[in-house]
């Protein structure tokens, strides 16, 4: 068979080059998907290589690729207008990754007919035995299905002896493998957060979802990078939080500039601490699971990722369209669970609880409250946070409902206030529906341990 024949997809790869070389997020969302041998036209294999390798270096420019590159393309055309080309017309495309099966499908033929050349000429040739030329290959072809599909079955043996050898680890050296929360009690109920943990935080609005999922991941922060996708708050707003955390003035003074002078130097004391905890935020009003994944994957591969915060699950962006809300959030909570399995970190999502929750005779946050049945069948864990004294100021007797009532009312929000409740409803490893009441403070957005 003439090199020509050999099955080959021309536009999709030219629509993944043009798509990478628009931005390195596409690059990285096919990174780990695609090799550069699995184009079929040399030039393609040698642009996707140059493209790695200034995707890696963080400095992705249509000039740098093509100084990487011959001048001229074998046809004689300028690198760089071949290029502007491809980029043009990437413009159209859609989503890059959708043409990614039809390069590695394209790929893994060609692979299956070189391997069945190789088979006949080996046999035609004589000088092998029929099990020898059967044994390379059934070694080419398990190649082909591993590029295919990059995982393959574990001996129960092998991976026994993984999880032996972490837990020897852990013993002798005292490093126990995952992340702590930061909070003794609340590890208590958690336990460590490991690789590939999918843990859903859920809370009425307002009861400290935000600040504890952000304490948590600060705690991370101090060993490995985390990476938090915010999709309430700015940015700045995030930092505005930590610095009022760590120096002890509130955001709004901190806003308004209303401090004095011990309080600067807290503030800069807290500014100088907080350049140490290796926390990314991405402040970005609606992601969807595919643009997460390849933001992680190219902080994966630059810097290394320890634990991902999605604040908050109602907010991360569907790409099919479904009947219902429920359906949707079913999809994602589901890709929620691959995207932890696949970046191998623990990925901790924010969710709201419903409003009719709240209505409920006893309040207390119960596994189906977000509105989303599937959180409970795709979390690892799941837990929540509950401030009944938010709820009991939001549900203060009616002023005629008499003395009984509002001194029953009072004497419940003393016992309550400053508190708040963390709530294991569900566990793989744990006993769940533990709990653990913290102190909080508020105008610090906080959590402490009870003294
Ligand atoms: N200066 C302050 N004094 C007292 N409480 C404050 C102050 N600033 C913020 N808070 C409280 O902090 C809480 C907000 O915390 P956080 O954003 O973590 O909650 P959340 O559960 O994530 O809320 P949402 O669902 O709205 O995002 C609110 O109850 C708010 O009243």
């Known amino acids: ?98 043409f990614v099966p039809d390069i590695a499908e394209a790929a893994a033929r060609r692979q299956l007919i070189h391997l069945a050349e190789c088979v006949l000429k080996g046999v035609k040739a004589g000088e092998k035995g029929a099990m020898d030329i059967a044994a390379d290959a059934s070694a080419a072809i398990l190649d082909v299905m591993q590029v295919a599909s990059p995982k393959r079955p574990q001996r129960i043996g092998d991976l026994a002896q993984s999880v032996a050898g972490a837990a020897r680890m852990a013993n002798e050296r005292d490093v126990m493998p995952g992340f702590g929360t930061g909070l003794p009690s609340l590890d208590e109920i958690v336990g460590r957060m490991g690789a590939g943990d999918l843990i859903f935080l859920v809370g009425s609005q ?26 309430e708050m700015t940015a700045e707003q995030v930092a505005a939080r930590e610095l009022a955390a760590a120096s002890g003035i509130t955001v709004g003074d901190i806003q308004e500039g209303a401090f004095d002078f011990a309080q600067r130097d807290a503030m800069l004391q807290a500014q100088q601490w907080l350049a140490g905890p290796d926390m990314m935020v991405l402040d970005d009003s609606r992601m969807t699971i595919r643009q997460i994944r390849a933001h992680c994957i190219a902080l994966k591969r630059t810097r290394g990722l320890g634990m991902l915060i999605i ?84 549900n203060r007797p009616h002023k005629d409902a008499g003395a009984e009532k509002h001194g029953n009312w009072e004497t419940q929000l003393a016992l309550c206030a400053g508190k708040a409740q963390v709530i294991s409803l569900k566990h793989r490893r744990r006993k769940p529906f533990e709990e653990r009441t913290l102190k909080w403070i508020g105008k610090l957005t906080r959590f402490e341990e009870l003294t």
């Open 206 to 231: 307002g009861d400290g979802k935000s600040a504890l999922a952000m304490q948590v991941g600060m705690h991370v922060a101090m060993s490995r990078p985390v990476l938090l996708c915010q999709m």
């Open 1 to 98: 068979m003439s090199r020509r024949e050999l099955p080959h997809n021309l536009a999709a790869e030219r629509a993944v080059l043009g798509a990478c070389l628009k931005s390195d997020t596409a690059f990285w969302g096919v990174a780990d998907r695609l090799r550069s041998d699995q184009f079929f036209h040399p030039l393609h294999q040698q642009v996707f290589s140059v493209i790695r390798d200034i995707c890696t270096e963080g400095r992705l420019s249509l000039s740098l690729v093509a100084s990487r590159l011959p001048a001229e393309d074998e046809e004689g055309r300028s690198m760089m207008s071949y290029l502007a080309v491809l980029l043009k017309d990437a413009e159209d495309v859609g989503s890059v990754e959708d």
């Open 311 to 394: 604040d908050q699950l109602d907010k991360i962006k569907s790409e099919a369209r479904h009947k219902d809300r429920f359906e949707r959030l079913a999809e994602i909570t589901g890709d929620l669970k691959v995207l932890a399995k696949d970046l191998m970190v623990p990925v901790l999502v924010l969710a709201q609880r419903t409003r009719g929750a709240q209505r409920r005779d006893d309040p207390t946050p119960q596994i189906n409250d977000a509105d989303a049945p599937s959180i409970e069948r795709d979390g690892d864990i799941v837990l929540a946070v509950w401030r009944k004294e938010s709820w009991l100021r939001q």
